[in-house]
């Protein structure tokens, strides 16, 4: 079945530590995008990539980094330097070379708490 | 910010009545879509309406649209508790969308 899957579930990160959350999908789609939800605040956009070595800032990025070496893969870093991380972190992804009239495909999440 | 606001915050209603959550947004955009999210999951498209659309149709789910007032209703119909969810409207121009901070939704059996 073609999907996105995020990894882990949950995970925790100590103090001045880097962290790595995994997003893969395989349905072909050009977009990925990394969005952060916190309890009242909706969705927030930190990056997102519509082409493979290609990605752009979105209204959180600070703290954050992205890379797009393979059209499947979108990991996101947590630095060091990103204050309250914890969090859920949502990737998804879409077909970008369509007419705007498609939705996003989310990956069930991950929990990022800092202990 | 484009970011749409759902209204009501927090809805609750009983089993086979109606539900009806309404987004507004501040600038022009070419779609609006409507997302459902269960506890600690994911989001799952649910409907996306075109900005030259006024109404639209998906099992028990109807849409509206009126752009001269920047604004969107999501209505369900015969509401059931497995409809029990969090729904988020999500506006943007091209592929990158701005989500609301939804309306909890609780269907009681």
């Known amino acids: 079945d073609g999907g996105i899957t995020q990894s882990p579930k949950y995970l925790f990160r100590k103090e001045g530590q880097n962290v790595t959350l995994s997003c893969e999908q395989n349905?072909?789609?050009?977009?990925m995008y990394w969005y952060r939800q916190d309890p009242g605040q909706g969705l927030r956009l930190i990056y997102y990539?519509?082409?493979?070595?290609?990605?752009q800032k979105g209204d959180i990025a600070e703290g954050y980094s992205v890379s797009r070496e393979k059209k499947e893969s979108f990991p996101l870093t947590v630095t060091s330097a990103q204050k309250n991380p914890t969090a859920f972190y949502l990737c998804a992804s879409s077909i970008v070379s369509a007419p705007a009239g498609y939705g996003y495909t989310f990956g069930s999440g991950t929990r990022l708490t800092v202990v | 910010s484009q970011q749409g606001e759902e209204d009501p915050q927090a809805l609750s209603i009983q089993e086979g009545e109606n539900a009806t959550m309404n987004c507004s947004y501040k600038?022009?955009?070419?779609?609006l879509q409507w997302y459902r999210q269960n506890s600690g999951r994911g989001l799952v498209h649910l409907i996306l309406i075109r900005s030259n659309e006024r109404e639209k149709h998906s099992g028990r789910l109807r849409v509206t649209l009126d752009t001269s007032k920047k604004s969107s209703s999501l209505l369900i119909t015969a509401s059931r508790a497995a409809d029990t969810a969090s729904y988020f409207c999500?506006?943007?121009?091209?592929?990158?969308?701005?989500f609301g901070t939804g309306t909890s939704l609780t269907v009681i059996p």
């Open positions: 990539s519509q082409i493979v070595n290609d990605f």
């Open positions: 349905l072909n789609h050009d977009a």
């Open positions: 999500a506006t943007g121009t091209g592929n990158q969308f701005y």
């Open positions: 600038t022009s955009i070419n779609n």
